[in-house]
């Protein structure tokens, strides 16, 4: 959003600019039509920085801003989410884990790996039960038998849940299981699901889409809060990148700028981020040091046999190291 400030009359604004600069804030000059500076349009590359202190820089007559476009977003700055009794993800939160297989294949392996999970010390246990794929002969999840395997094993170990909805007409089913209902990055401006799925007044991860700017997906957070969403946790999952070596290009700046200057909750998938398994370790350890507030990756007892992303699965021997270096 760009912020301008009014000069005073008797203002210098050469050195105006050099103290906005000594702040880190950058500018650019406005002129009137006898040639004169007078206002400065910051640059969005700048510092954060409050209204008040930029009123009291010596020169500066006015600050003037468009309101911001998410409000109920802006609300929520510094606030952890409260995903269940044992659980909030979020500013001043030890890092959660998530972490199950991509697909709720069987009943079987959502068991075999929530224990896996829970051994641990993993927070959420995730699966589809409705997969998004890419072809339309791919294997798209077992359905909705898959929400009860999913619910029953995370009860069984004590773990929250989250599981992707990814239809209106299923938002109340699986409003009903999850503690945290996941919009994957396909669906991030799918308008009429962030309705339905807000409307369940459920808690939402909110996946960023492969090629969404932060400002697109600030405002999908807002449509889901607007609709009555109950809170968001961003996902940053990676974005369209130039070089197929990483399934994805992991975007750690945004990571930084939505946890320490907007101090939003935000987590990150290291393994949609990638796409293989063997940089799931040193990206979740690269994404805490951004300030994710947590992980969310992908697992199965035998990754060879996964039925969808088998190359970025963790085996499940490996999710004990994941937050190593976080524990108290
Ligand atoms: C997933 O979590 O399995 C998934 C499909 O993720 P994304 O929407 O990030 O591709
Ligand atoms: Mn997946």
Redesign the pocket.
């Known amino acids: 959003m760009a912020t301008v400030v009014t000069l005073t009359s008797d203002a210098d604004a050469r050195l105006v600019t050099q103290h906005l600069q000594s702040l880190g804030v950058w500018s650019s000059a406005l002129k009137n039509n006898a040639g004169s500076v007078t206002a400065l349009t910051l640059s969005a590359h700048s510092a954060s920085i409050s209204f008040d202190a930029l009123k009291r820089i010596p020169g500066i007559a006015e600050v003037l801003a468009a309101p911001s476009g998410h409000p109920r977003l802006d609300e929520r700055r510094g606030k952890a989410v409260q995903i269940n009794d044992t659980t909030k993800i979020g500013p001043g939160q030890p890092p959660t884990l998530m972490a199950g297989p991509?697909?709720a294949e069987s009943a079987e392996l959502v068991d075999a790996v929530a224990a896996e999970v829970a051994a641990a010390g993993g927070h959420l246990l995730?699966g589809?039960a409705f997969?998004?794929?890419t072809s339309p002969y791919a294997f798209a999840g077992a359905g909705q038998k898959a929400l009860t395997w999913l619910r029953d094993a995370a009860d069984r170990y004590g773990l929250g849940l989250v599981t992707?909805c990814m239809s209106e007409a299923d938002a109340g089913r699986v409003s009903e299981v999850a503690d945290l209902i996941?919009?994957?990055?396909?669906?991030m401006q799918n308008f009429s699901l962030l309705r339905a799925i807000g409307a369940t007044g459920a808690a939402v991860m909110l996946?960023?889409g492969?090629s969404a700017t932060l400002s697109e997906w600030r405002l999908a957070a807002e449509h889901l809060l607007a609709a009555g969403a109950r809170d968001v946790v961003f996902?940053e999952?990676?974005i369209q990148g130039v070089d197929g070596e990483t399934r994805n290009t992991l975007d750690l700046g945004a990571v930084a700028l939505l946890s320490h200057i907007d101090q939003l909750p935000i987590v990150v998938?290291p393994?949609?981020g990638a796409g293989r398994r063997d940089l799931v370790q040193a990206l979740s350890r690269a994404a805490l040091a951004a300030g994710a507030h947590g992980v969310?990756v992908?697992t199965h007892i035998s990754p060879g046999e996964a039925r969808?992303?088998g190359p970025q699965a963790l085996p499940v021997n490996e999710l004990y190291t994941l937050l190593r270096d976080h524990r108290n």
Do not use: V
């Open positions: 991509c697909s995730r589809g997969k998004p794929r992707e996941q919009i994957g990055s396909r669906n996946k960023r492969r996902c999952r990676g998938d393994s949609h969310l992908e969808s992303d």
